[in-house]
């Protein structure tokens, strides 16, 4: 009896002796999110080239390039005199007519003269109104100011200069919002959607991330790139962040609702293909997989696995599938 219980004990002994000792990992099932970092130069969401509405000879102009402007701030005064003159006679022959037509009214009422003379004094009003209202919009023009807050790149004319109707005067760009134009591959662009969160990092203002969303996905890219333009917005309420600055823009985007992830070094690549060995009962299983995108020290994989499967990730380099395993600890 003492003999048969030798026996027992000795070959219990060498089963554990000659189990390998692995560590493993649960496989996992959750979305799968790819992070991939682009670089693009920033822009300000509102850029404007301001044109002269009338024309005349710049008498004033209070501001410089480089200096910031409320909406509405005087850029320029231009002089007209002409015009000018024209604006009072418009205003004389309008009082001139608003008179006749008054007394050719009274003169109606009485029956005096006819319906059509009425009629003709009307439109006589009606056409030195018309005008006298044009020529005072030219010369209230001659005042050109800032059309919203911004930051002037460029004054673009100088006092004595001749400015014509319709001539760019100065260059304005509103940086209170700044937006990175970055370069999609097509893989992804698709994914993108309008609103998606992003992170923008601008080494020259030390790196720090700003909160930033997608407010333009174009439908036209690049062919030789296979690349489409996305606008990421960001806020620049202090006016750091100027134009063309390089930028990285972080993103994340799901590429698939439920992914089965195994740890990376449960992975084992060979001239057969890919493969996963799943402690299953003491026992070594190999599973053929095919491997995906990378996530978090995780990779997904396609295969005969479920979550909760126990992946080996330590003691899988010469394991053999049927090979008697021993489980030291789950990898955290």
């Not at 822009?43 to 509405?53: K, N, Y």
């Not at 009338?54 to 909406?71: D, N, T, W, Y």
């Not at 004094?121 to 209230?140: I, P, T, W």
């Not at 190999?286 to 996530?295: I, N």
Request: glycine letters at 6%.
């Amino acid at each position: 009896m003492r003999a048969l219980i030798c026996v027992v004990i000795f070959a219990s002994t060498a089963f554990a002796q000659q189990a390998t000792p692995v560590i493993v990992a649960e496989v996992r099932s959750q979305p799968l999110r790819e992070e991939f970092t682009l670089v693009g130069l920033t822009q300000p969401r509102r850029s404007t080239h301001i044109a002269s509405e009338s024309e005349g000879i710049v008498h004033h102009r209070p501001i410089e390039s480089g200096q910031s402007v409320e909406k509405g701030a005087l850029l320029y005064q231009l002089s007209n005199e002409p015009l000018s003159a024209s604006l009072a006679e418009a205003q004389a022959d309008f009082s001139l007519r608003k008179a006749t037509y008054t007394r050719s009214s009274e003169l109606f009422n009485r029956e005096v003269i006819s319906e059509q003379t009425l009629l003709e004094d009307e439109y006589e009003l009606d056409r030195a109104r018309a005008k006298l209202e044009g020529l005072a919009s030219q010369v209230k023009n001659l005042n050109i100011r800032a059309p919203l807050s911004g930051h002037i790149v460029q004054m673009r004319t100088e006092i004595g200069a001749w400015v014509g109707r319709g001539q760019s005067v100065a260059h304005l760009v509103s940086t209170d919002t700044m937006r990175v134009i970055i370069n999609v591959p097509e893989r992804h662009v698709s994914i993108l959607k309008l609103g998606t969160a992003a992170s923008v990092e601008i080494a020259a203002l030390g790196g720090v991330p700003h909160k930033g969303r997608i407010v333009a996905i174009l439908a036209e890219g690049y062919a030789e790139s296979h690349t489409f333009p996305v606008a990421v917005e960001i806020d620049n309420p202090q006016g750091l962040i100027r134009s063309n600055m390089s930028a990285e823009v972080h993103l994340q985007v799901q590429q698939s609702p439920k992914a089965i992830l195994v740890h990376k070094d449960a992975l084992i690549r060979s001239a057969d293909g890919e493969m996963v060995f799943l402690a299953v009962e003491g026992k070594a299983v190999s599973t053929p997989v095919q491997s995906g995108l990378a996530y978090s020290g995780f990779v997904a994989v396609e295969g005969e696995l479920k979550a909760g499967d126990l992946a080996v990730v330590r003691g899988n380099e010469r394991l053999r599938d049927g090979q008697d395993v021993r489980i030291l600890r789950k990898h955290q």
